[in-house]
């Protein structure tokens, strides 16, 4: 399959996400850093909240001519603007490809999109292992040659459970997790590892019809929408910050299986745009909310 | 404003809502009933809910050189149709036009937008009246010659006020009543006086965000769309059966003003698309449900 | 993957597609024949259309108790019904797989979207053979264990080659031809051998944007919005009869690589939408367009 | 009407859109120069377009405390910045409210509409005068207490009264012309004399069913999804920079009529859309395409 190029063309760039209180002169003074060392801007897209008195960034430059080596960068910046300005901030360098772990349980839509992406060069990602509760996947994960890791869980061994996978998704540097309809809930202890790095798909429009068989409820509630919702995943069941959302109508003539079908087609797409997003380190979290810049 | 024509042509119909437990044959039953009689069939359309075994149709033939005269259609329809097959059942002719009071508060979009509607012969609708608890739109009404009724609302005289309100609407022959934003919870005992004759339109995308200030919610929440949902009022605050919904994207970069500003055009079409399907009688209302024919 | 269940519950029915002139009774008439024959009735859509005063219909019925045996119910209804009545009419069998043949080139995400909901089990098909007109999708038809056949195009073999595409799908016993994006014009000759069963997926929101490029074309003329539709090929390029269409919004800030990307979600599942439409047996062509039944 | 507040707070802010060949550092200088002279920048956004090698930006900033007095600011952004770097570009002032003429026909929903907003005070605009080249709408001017100017046009008298309507734009002080509905070609002289400041609402999505009949040429190609396109005009029909576009379902069940009653709701919302975006100057127009800022 190495026969399939990927869209992208790839350029060494570095990528700063930056948040912090809004005062005048930030983005003067960070484009200015940038300039007088050199570092060619080819993405700059900023966003104040006004209401929360924040300024949020990301701006991405091309390494080739910076004047500061890559591996200075971070402690430059944090002493020349990020330590005077209190800014919350992130570096990341175009040419580390991060490494995705993808839970999964029966249904296997998210699953097989992931992996044809995946496999079609479209992502620049690594998926070293699939995480399940269930084995009925296996051979979608050995189509693919992805290892494939078997964790039942009930009640007793739950916690047990989390442990092992934790040590295997360290093992293995996973830098994020991707839940592709996975049925299980992750417990607060798993959470807090993995901190705005568990992406979710929840099959409706959240916060309509959290927690379970949301299309049993919209069907009962009788609405004329349908929905997914990606999100981030916290101790909080389906109340993460939202990272993208979509819809498709319905009416009543959709039985519930109906609506279950219209809505894979939702959950596969939204859940892919949401973790291209991650990947393209486009998403900001701050207060429960996400600036996803475009 | 008599220049502006109206773009449907006049036919005299008659229309059928029906519906009743489900068993074989009913189409065929109805359709040889108005096939023998010479009615002419329009439009007809049927669903049948298998999980709840309930038969629903809407059906409407032209009068001309039906054997039946419209005052014996009922009658006839009950006895030979209707009964023996437990049908509910109701009888519209389409040279009846509706009467239609509105029910309005401070903001101005969805009157407008209803009366532009009205005054440009968009809809086969009387508006005798507009009711509200605020003087603030009485120039609007004023504008396009609609008898403006002022109703202020405390919590003391709430009960009375309804009660003058219902005595109005019954003296100016209401049928139905649209609350373009009226501000206002009406009581039970006035909701019962309207079964399925109340439309409301709700900020947001239910169940999502139900009560008040709808577009402060979403933002908090940080949601990617936000939606508008015109219902039936019943008892339930904003749990009434939907008639239609729309929805539209927002991201971090709106403010709560600006999805208010964004939410008004959903808000105005989502409640025009509603009152033109019950002007239609395309709506069925069962368990609190609707069938929206097309 | 036999372990991977299908949400469906098979039910052994008859699916008759009919259209004809219109006139008084057609309905009562089709819902008596299978009402007096002790055919159950499931579905039943119908369409008038008033400007060409044509009839459609799609009426599925249980096998099960129905008085005339499948092998004989064309014959009794083209006598007693279809004849009488000028109708065109086709009947199918739920229990007939339809065999599909996928035509590819070299982007894979069509061919992936189709492939995962087959070996997922979500659609009632069966798919014997991919031909290519490139060798490079050749082990993704090889991970999902289906024949691949290359059959390279030039200017002079063309002829000989879809010569050698025909006797195939006539071997393989095909029914219908999806091209997932197959970047070869087929000829005339071919066209007619499947007539309305070629299922094209086209880049863009035809009419805008036929032929060659279009999210080229779209980026140049500075759209807001870009579509995919999927249509029955015709001789005619891009101009057979629409089946499905959906589009999402651009900008100023999408690339043409950008517009390629997105794209690529919109043509899988508008194409994966209509191929399931043609499955189902819910499309009927008249006069280069469709009636798609719900 | 005036008891009808607008949603807005005035500030007093000057609006900067430019655009220039590309550069490092042009954002820098723009900032820094009105970091430096203490201008509160309370919007900024930006945009490259790599392939053009173009930079587009819009940015806003309070007045109050700024150290240029609001009649120098453009010769010294001209002097100190623009020339250097080889820029176009416009300055506006958010206290100088724009005046708008409406041009209209026959179909009074886009007239209604905008006339609806600027009575409830949702848009900063002056609306002095309408032109109409019939006499249909002159009571809706009159209930909205806005002159109207009646110019029948017929091919021997066209460039006459267009030159008189030209010379009442100008005694008038009409920045920009809003052809709600218009069904008159207007000439390239009469264009040329508002270059970029016509904004027209087409019935169709663009580029697909430019001319006449947008709906009935829909109807008959069988398209699954109907759109309307607000657009710059030019002196080529139908072939200015797109502003704003969107679009709605249709399927087979949909007469002409139809149609055209779909098409109404979105004409009116893209038009407005689109005149908004104009009144915050937030549309920037380069080689035939627009970048409209969010």
Known sequence: MKTIKPLRERKNTAILLIHCPDRQGILATVTEFLNKNKGNIIYLDQHVDRQEKTFYMRVEWELENFAIPPGKIGEYFDTLIASPLKMTWKLYFSDEIPRMALFVSKMPHCLFDILARYTAGEWDVKIPLIISNHELLKPVAERFD?????????????????????????????????????????????????????????????????????????????????????????????????????????????????????????????????????????????????????
Do not use: W
């Not at 798993?190 to 916060?207: D, E, G, R, T, W």
């Not at 379970?212 to 981030?232: E, F, M, N, Q, W």
């Open 146 to 294: 992805i290892d494939f890791h078997y964790f039942p869980v009930t009640k007793e061994n739950k916690a047990e459970q989390e442990q092992k996978e934790l040590e295997l998704l360290k093992e293995k540097n996973i830098d994020f997790v991707v839940l592709a309809r996975y049925m299980q809930i992750l417990s607060s202890d798993f959470v807090k590892q993995f901190p705005n790095k568990i992406i979710n798909i929840h099959h409706s429009f959240l916060p309509a019809f959290a927690g379970a068989k949301p299309y049993h409820a919209a069907h009962k509630r009788g609405v004329k929408i349908i929905g997914a919702t990606s999100h981030y995943v916290t101790s909080e069941l389906d109340g993460g910050p939202i990272i993208e959302q979509d819809v498709t109508r319905c009416s009543h003539v959709d039985t519930i299986q109906n609506l279950i079908r219209k809505g894979r087609d939702l959950e596969k797409i939204v859940l892919s745009q949401a973790v291209y997003k991650h990947l393209q380190r486009k998403i900001l979290v701050y207060k429960n909310r996400t600036v996803v810049f475009n």
